[in-house]
């Protein structure tokens, strides 16, 4: 019988409820504890919740006690019968347990045995991890050796087939390829010639016959194609584009193995196009110089009289110039975006003739292609080689090819420059030069600019001398010659100044060259000192002041013209003259008319008015009551007949008008000062009559 079943009947046999107080009163009431601690006890079940409770209530504690007992006991039974209820399942979980238990034991056998054999696969691993290290390194030393021996196979191999492309090939692009193979083979021969191998020795030799015979057939080939450039009407651009850059590895190839072939086919290819663009170039001077128009001589200076010109032996050429002084047309020449190359058909066929910038333009944009073509073949063909003993840099080859032509056209420039008188066209070329320095600028390209300064050199110089001529002129000049007539209309000399000063400093915008505007400051100067010189031969001082200002207005006229900022100064300098020329002959216009007036108001007007008589005062009003309709009439004949440019002489005449005008207020004021409300038996003119008679002849303007 299990044990559990054994407590189970136990606890179900039945009890009565007198045996059951027995049994509690001889366990619980036994006397066990002493007075004192029975007192504390009893003290402490005083302060128990459930103690405290019933004695709250009144509660019988024998009745509380057997209540409490008779609770207890169903308590008890109830957790009696809930444990047999569930014996079953305590007995099946204790039987589950045992056979985990079981199930526990076998799995730690398992995995005890798969311990075991885990380290018996490591061992395995570490002897196949030395295994593979060995066969790694073992791979490693015979890759390096498999790779050692092919690029020495490679290198020092030379096959059948590469002796023969070489030796019998024609040149072409698969020539190159092989060319490029051979290259390498002798590089790498270079790089290991130190190392002792006994194959470089037996190689060596046919490797560098074989090169010595690629050598002499890259050298026949190249002289045969730069020879090539020799032929007439040969386009050399055209060549070094589609031919010889084609080759240019097969040079460099010379001047890496023998340099002293590839130096000797660089010299023959400079002389050849040096040559070469000399002699086109000259045949193009020749042949633009039949188009160059005349367009001045020693004699068209601004102080040369015009009777000058008309000799024996120079009326002939008048017809081929044009204006010398005038800019013009010619401007064109700056501002089109036209390269302006001239073409010999089209020139002859219209028997054109033009202004030597014309020329100077085409010759210049003509080199600046074909010298811009030329460098960069120049850095394609010749300057990717690291030959040491090719010239120093690129542009010093092309200075090379182009030292004859620079010669040629410094020569051709500075023969135009000595003999030229025309300032207005050296002053284009200048500018033209300026463009061309800015074009190769742009292209990045600077092989031109030392060819380019020098011709900047050969002109302004001239360009110098040329105004210095002008300048003498004008001081040399003959009055009686330039001024026979001593007429006050506006005078050719000043005409001409004012066009040729409207020219240059229509050239010196956007330059603000500060020699130029020196340089007409100083032809000004003379040109004023000449006009003063003609005015003076004028023996009436007004007539010479209307020349004054008939020419001043001429030059303002040319001038206005154009409204660029570098012509201000010129002209606020013309306006201020202008104006005192313009007072000086309104006072002497005047002094005629009412000079009595004048000299009185100017006297008064800075002494007492009280000093000066009435009757003075009396003579002047009455004088000028009656004639200033007259005299108003006489300044407007007088005015339009001196000056003929009406715009000219309608603003003199306001000024005469308005001076006058003044004059007559100023001496109303001095008559209100002197007399003031009282009446006198002359009394002057109103003021407004005389503004509305004046307003009748401005009106007419």
Same mark, same amino acid.
């Given at each position: ?23 509690? $009163? ?8 002493? *007075? ?5 006890? &009893?003290? @402490? ?23 409490? =007992? ?28 045992? @056979? ?27 002897? &196949? ?51 490029? +193979? ?23 030799? @046919? ?20 020879? $090539? ?72 200076? *601004? ?13 002939? #050429? ?35 003739? /033009? ?63 000595? &003999? ?19 074009? /190769? ?27 210095? /001529? ?105 306006? !201020? ?11 002497? +216009?005047? !002094? ?11 006297? =008064? ?6 000093? #000066? ?7 002047? =009003? ?24 009406? !715009? ?19 001496? &109303? ?31 007419? #303007?």
């Amino acid at each position: 019988m299990e044990i559990d079943d054994i407590i189970i009947s136990q606890l179900l046999q039945p009890t009565t409820g007198r045996e059951t107080i027995s049994r509690f $009163s001889q366990t619980s009431f036994e006397p066990q504890f002493s *007075i004192d601690q029975m007192d504390d006890t &009893i003290a @402490e079940f005083q302060e128990d919740p459930m103690v405290m409770e019933a004695f709250s209530k009144g509660s019988n504690l024998s009745e509380y006690a057997r209540q409490i =007992a008779q609770d207890l006991k169903q308590v008890e039974d109830a957790n009696v019968l809930e444990y047999v209820k569930n014996c079953d399942a305590a007995l099946d979980l204790n039987r589950q347990i045992e @056979e985990c238990g079981l199930m526990l034991d076998q799995m730690d056998k398992l995995l005890r045995g798969y311990q075991v054999h885990l380290g018996k696969v490591n061992e395995e691993i570490g002897t &196949i991890q030395n295994q593979s290290w060995l066969l790694s390194v073992q791979m490693k030393n015979r890759v390096a050796t498999e790779k050692f021996l092919g690029s020495l196979l490679d290198g020092i191999l030379v096959s059948p087939n590469l002796i023969r492309k070489i030796c019998e090939g024609e040149i072409n692009e698969f020539f190159i390829q092989h060319l490029y +193979e051979l290259n390498s083979k002798l590089d790498y021969f270079e790089q290991n010639k130190n190392k002792k191998i006994l194959a470089y020795k037996q190689v060596a030799p @046919e490797l560098e016959r074989l090169t010595l015979k690629a050598v002499e057939k890259i050298r026949e080939f190249l002289l045969k194609l730069i020879d $090539s450039l020799k032929t007439p009407n040969t386009n050399i651009a055209m060549t070094q584009q589609t031919v010889l850059l084609k080759y240019k590895e097969l040079f460099w190839f010379l001047m890496d193995k023998y340099p002293d072939v590839g130096l000797e086919l660089h010299a023959n290819y400079i002389a050849i196009a040096s040559n070469y663009f000399a002699v086109s170039f000259e045949k193009y001077l020749k042949s633009v110089s039949r188009f160059q128009a005349v367009i001045g001589d020693k004699l068209d200076l *601004i102080g040369i009289e015009e009777n000058a010109k008309r000799g024996l032996f120079t009326g002939r #050429f008048q017809k081929d110039k044009t204006n010398i002084f005038t800019l013009g047309d010619r401007l064109k020449v700056l501002t089109s975006g036209d390269p302006g190359l001239i073409l010999f058909q089209v020139g002859d066929d219209k028997n054109q003739k /033009m202004a030597y910038e014309a020329i100077f333009k085409s010759i210049t944009r003509l080199l600046l292609d074909n010298a811009s073509s030329e460098y960069i073949f120049n850095c394609e063909f010749f300057g990717n080689s690291n030959a040491p003993r090719l010239m120093e840099t690129t542009l010093a080859a092309f200075n090379g090819v182009f030292d004859l032509t620079f010669k040629l056209l410094q020569t051709s420039f500075k023969q135009y420059a000595d &003999i030229s008188y025309d300032a207005v066209g050296i002053l284009l070329c200048i500018r033209l030069n300026a463009q061309n320095l800015r074009v /190769m600028q742009r292209r990045r390209i600077p092989c031109l600019d030392n060819f380019l300064n020098m011709i900047n050199i050969v002109l302004w110089p001239r360009y110098q001398a040329i105004i210095d /001529m002008h300048i003498d002129s004008l001081k040399k000049a003959v009055v009686s010659k330039l001024f026979p007539t001593k007429d006050t209309h506006p005078h050719y000399i000043v005409r001409r100044y004012a066009e040729f000063c409207a020219s240059i400093l229509k050239l010196n915008v956007g330059y603000n060259d500060a020699h130029v505007v020196n340089s007409l400051t100083r032809l000004r100067t003379e040109v004023e000192v000449l006009m003063g010189k003609m005015a003076a031969e004028i023996p009436v001082r007004k007539l010479g002041l209307s020349f004054w200002i008939s020419n001043i207005d001429l030059v303002l006229s040319i001038l206005s013209e154009h409204t660029e900022s570098a012509f201000d100064p010129e002209k606020q300098h013309f306006e !201020q003259l202008l104006e005192s020329k313009t007072s000086d002959f309104v006072n002497e +216009e005047l !002094q005629i008319h009412i000079g009595k007036m004048m000299q009185f108001v100017t006297k =008064a007007e800075q002494a007492d008015v009280g000093q #000066f008589d009435g009757v003075l005062f009396e003579s002047i =009003a009455t004088d000028f009551n009656l004639k200033w309709r007259q005299t108003l009439s006489q300044l407007n004949d007088t005015v339009t007949q001196t000056f003929p440019n009406f !715009q000219n002489g309608a603003r003199v005449l306001h000024a005469c008008l308005a001076q006058y005008v003044l004059f007559y207020k100023r001496f &109303i004021a001095l008559w209100e000062k002197k007399f003031g409300t009282k009446q006198q038996k002359v009394q002057p003119t109103g003021m407004q009559s005389v503004l509305v008679e004046v307003k009748k002849f401005r009106s007419t #303007f």
